[in-house]
């Protein structure tokens, strides 16, 4: 889901305001070679960001990506792949330390206690006083994105818990009865192609995302309140590419949430005409659908984009092209903390909870920047005014394709 402000083709572990600056050197496809670095030639792609592997082109003594140097003859790929087991081994042990509410209790704790504010959600509803109607719809909206977006986000992922049956079951629950999307696709598209190839053009670059016959403001501002239509419209033509066996389920599943929904709101509610309740319904799930999509953008599109056969290994990937966003409360709750605050955390560790991206969020931090790689996080407000300025740029035109040469 092109380059910041200032020098486009450089880049260091920290980004405010917009503006990156620093090492390592990027460049566009387009620009030549530095003096005494040959061309690359792009000879693989590999699955689940392990790709190009750039020449050592610096003399005796290289450097590599993480700052270190590098004796001559040594294959830099080796170097970010020894950055990638160093950082894992540091990770694994606070996984292994940590018990088992930390792993996954927060979290489910947080999905279950969302579940259990449903029925004051629609008995706040009944009332004809604005102010308990109004805490209905916030309280419906909230629990809908938290059970939607932060629930199937971690069962895409079968972080939930450590059995992959439970984990289908939940993929199942949180994806196609409470989101009205298939559950296959939404795991292949989001796990193997985004987080397999994130940033990288045609295939995870968050181009999905991309709606380039609006203008700026109507995708920005008024798109979003149409998520909750054209999530089933999209989840019903992606049917066709699964078995039939689970279209069918998809469909059976898919119909339970919402008519359930709607059956909630006529029956308990008190709703008294089936437009009134669809109109809720359409309100209490749009809800959060506005900084859903922006940072469904916000965290990937505007940072490096690569080509399939240009790619970086997998911490460079991963460091260069996601991008953190601060704590929110509302967020961070209906969300995760995998997709606000450590974002970079979730690329990088994918199978962990949100609570566990959070932990180990200082470790991953501390050791990117020791190596002097990309550690990018922005404020919402700061991307948000970049987006509208750069919105051509950024969401119409196809964006320039990077590669990483060297360290500058």
């Given at each position: 889901?092109?380059?910041?402000?200032?020098?486009?083709?450089?880049?260091?572990?920290?980004?405010?305001?917009?503006?990156?600056?620093?090492?390592?050197?990027?460049r566009g496809t387009g620009?030549?070679?530095?003096?005494?670095?040959?061309?690359?030639?792009?000879?693989?792609?590999?699955?689940?960001?392990?790709?190009?592997?750039?020449?050592?082109?610096?003399?005796?003594?290289?450097?590599?990506?993480?700052?270190?140097?590098?004796?001559?003859?040594?294959?830099?790929?080796?170097?970010?792949?020894?950055?990638?087991?160093?950082?894992?081994?540091?990770?694994?042990?606070?996984?292994?330390?940590?018990?088992?509410?930390?792993?996954?209790?927060?979290?489910?704790?947080?999905?279950?206690?969302?579940?259990?504010?449903?029925?004051?959600?629609?008995?706040?509803?009944?009332?004809?006083?604005?102010?308990?109607?109004?805490?209905?719809?916030?309280?419906?909206?909230?629990?809908?994105?938290?059970?939607?977006?932060?629930?199937?986000?971690?069962?895409?992922?079968?972080?939930?818990?450590?059995?992959?049956?439970?984990?289908?079951?939940?993929?199942?629950?949180?994806?196609?009865?409470?989101?009205?999307?298939?559950?296959?696709?939404?795991?292949?598209?989001?796990?193997?192609?985004?987080?397999?190839?994130t940033n990288v053009i045609?295939?995870?670059?968050?181009?999905?995302?991309?709606?380039?016959?609006?203008?700026?403001?109507?995708?920005?501002?008024?798109?979003?309140?149409?998520?909750?239509?054209?999530?089933?419209?999209?989840?019903?033509?992606?049917?066709?590419?699964?078995?039939?066996?689970?279209?069918?389920?998809?469909?059976?599943?898919?119909?339970?949430?919402?008519?359930?929904?709607?059956?909630?709101?006529?029956?308990?509610?008190?709703?008294?005409?089936?437009?009134?309740?669809?109109?809720?319904?359409?309100?209490?799930?749009?809800?959060?659908?506005?900084?859903?999509?922006?940072?469904?953008?916000?965290?990937?599109?505007?940072?490096?984009?690569?080509?399939?056969?240009?790619?970086?290994?997998?911490?460079?990937?991963?460091?260069?092209?996601?991008?953190?966003?601060?704590?929110?409360?509302?967020?961070?709750?209906?969300?995760?903390?995998?997709?606000?605050?450590?974002?970079?955390?979730?690329?990088?560790?994918?199978?962990?909870?949100?609570?566990?991206?959070?932990?180990?969020?200082?470790?991953?931090?501390?050791?990117?920047?020791?190596?002097?790689?990309?550690?990018?996080?922005?404020?919402?407000?700061?991307?948000?005014?970049?987006?509208?300025?750069?919105?051509?740029?950024?969401?119409?035109?196809?964006?320039?394709?990077?590669?990483?040469?060297?360290?500058?």
């Amino acid at each position: 889901m092109p380059l910041e402000d200032g020098d486009p083709g450089r880049w260091r572990g920290q980004q405010v305001n917009g503006e990156v600056s620093g090492t390592p050197r990027l460049r566009g496809t387009g620009d030549p070679p530095p003096q005494g670095m040959p061309p690359t030639d792009g000879s693989r792609t590999e699955m689940m960001a392990e790709g190009w592997e750039p020449s050592p082109a610096l003399g005796d003594r290289d450097v590599t990506p993480g700052g270190a140097p590098q004796r001559a003859g040594q294959e830099p790929g080796r170097c970010e792949e020894a950055l990638m087991v160093e950082l894992s081994e540091l990770v694994q042990k606070v996984v292994k330390s940590s018990s088992w509410w930390e792993r996954h209790g927060v979290d489910i704790s947080i999905l279950a206690f969302s579940f259990l504010l449903l029925p004051a959600g629609f008995l706040c509803l009944r009332s004809a006083q604005a102010i308990p109607f109004l805490a209905g719809v916030l309280i419906l909206g909230v629990v809908h994105h938290t059970l939607t977006v932060k629930g199937s986000h971690l069962a895409s992922h079968n972080a939930l818990t450590e059995s992959k049956s439970w984990g289908k079951v939940w993929a199942i629950f949180f994806i196609e009865i409470c989101s009205a999307f298939t559950a296959e696709q939404a795991t292949y598209n989001h796990v193997k192609i985004h987080h397999g190839y994130t940033n990288v053009i045609g295939l995870g670059d968050s181009s999905t995302w991309k709606l380039p016959f609006l203008n700026r403001y109507i995708y920005m501002f008024i798109a979003p309140l149409a998520v909750p239509i054209i999530t089933p419209l999209v989840a019903l033509d992606l049917l066709r590419n699964v078995e039939w066996k689970a279209a069918l389920r998809t469909l059976g599943c898919m119909f339970l949430g919402l008519y359930c929904h709607y059956w909630l709101l006529l029956h308990v509610s008190g709703f008294q005409s089936p437009w009134s309740a669809l109109v809720c319904m359409l309100l209490t799930r749009s809800l959060l659908a506005h900084p859903y999509i922006h940072v469904n953008i916000f965290q990937h599109i505007g940072l490096p984009m690569f080509a399939a056969d240009r790619k970086p290994k997998r911490i460079h990937l991963m460091s260069l092209g996601v991008l953190n966003l601060p704590r929110n409360a509302l967020l961070d709750w209906s969300f995760g903390h995998s997709l606000i605050s450590c974002h970079v955390e979730h690329h990088l560790f994918p199978g962990l909870s949100d609570n566990m991206c959070l932990k180990i969020k200082p470790i991953v931090s501390q050791y990117l920047k020791q190596k002097k790689l990309p550690y990018n996080e922005d404020t919402y407000a700061s991307r948000l005014r970049l987006f509208l300025q750069r919105y051509e740029e950024l969401m119409v035109h196809a964006p320039p394709i990077t590669e990483l040469v060297g360290i500058q």
